[in-house]
């Protein structure tokens, strides 16, 4: 399904970067380079373009928004990273996550590391720790008053969101992404998807807590624990093609709620280990779905 030109406008407001002129010669001087995509869109919502990051290539499938500069360097796979490119780029700053400690010992020659904590087993609800994260980065950076902004400009998106649904019959929701037609990824508390669900005022229909980077891996069959006949389903692409043809004649999908017509919607994908965009651009996804059918 589309995203609406309404949420795309709502949301290119939260997302935009307005640089002044000066702060491009600051930009020359701090050469960033990360390892992470949540990290890399916020720098981005700074005004701080990183000179490289890992997984460009794949940049426009799981993040979309906002958009990488051309200018960009790609710098290889978070876990096999160009070493020579890296070195090229001559970054002043790293930036890296727990999830990356490996690579400390060969990165740290290189140039300062910035190691940021947002998915951790003893984080707790993420949308706070990446708001945390925003705030130590931006200090780190020198970039106080840009983080300020940002994080005004997503708190004004959510909200509007939240205000989109109220007064409306908004169901409970499931979030899952299929991995074939007899498993699915399914989002819940800590999440970063169920923490944007709280912000705009959605009941997260999956109530069983989840690891700390917000699913968990369930057999389609669980689903069946989720009795509310007006829960809706929303799947994030890709969808594998044969899923969905499979459900549909599947006994067991005939007998759950999601299984009715319009109770099951996909929608473009969202990143699930990501930051404050990131809860953005799902929170505009999922408000659409439910303004639509409410």
Request: glycine content about 4%.
């Amino acid at each position: 399904m589309k995203i609406s030109r309404r949420s795309l406008l709502h949301y290119a407001a939260a997302a935009a970067v307005v640089v002044p002129k000066p702060l491009w010669a600051e930009v020359a001087r701090q050469r960033v380079v990360s390892l992470d995509y949540g990290l890399s869109s916020t720098l981005l919502s700074l005004g701080l373009p990183p000179v490289g990051i890992s997984d460009l290539a794949d940049w426009d499938k799981w993040v979309v928004e906002p958009v990488m500069p051309q200018s960009v360097v790609d710098i290889g796979s978070s876990h096999e990273v160009d070493f020579e490119v890296l070195i090229q780029l001559k970054p002043d700053i790293i930036l890296t996550t727990p999830y990356l400690d490996e690579l400390l010992p060969r990165l740290q020659p290189i140039a300062k590391i910035l190691r940021l904590e947002i998915f951790t087993p003893d984080t707790g609800p993420i949308l706070p720790a990446a708001i945390a994260a925003t705030h130590r980065l931006a200090a780190e950076l020198g970039h106080e008053a840009e983080a300020e902004q940002f994080l005004a400009r997503s708190d004004a998106f959510f909200e509007r969101c939240r205000r989109r649904l109220a007064g409306r019959t908004v169901p409970s929701v499931t979030l899952v992404s299929f991995m074939d037609a007899r498993h699915a990824r399914v989002y819940s508390a800590p999440g970063l998807f169920h923490n944007a669900l709280e912000r705009i005022g959605v009941r997260n229909a999956w109530t069983r807590q989840s690891n700390y980077w917000g699913f968990e891996t369930i057999g389609i069959e669980e689903l069946s624990v989720i009795t509310d006949p007006d829960a809706r389903l929303i799947a994030f692409d890709p969808v594998p093609p044969d899923v969905l043809p499979k459900l549909v004649d599947s006994p067991l999908w005939q007998v759950l709620p999601f299984s009715r017509p319009g109770h099951l919607s996909v929608v473009p994908p969202a990143l699930m280990f990501g930051m404050v965009n990131e809860a953005m651009r799902f929170a505009g996804l999922v408000t659409d779905v439910l303004e639509q059918d409410a």
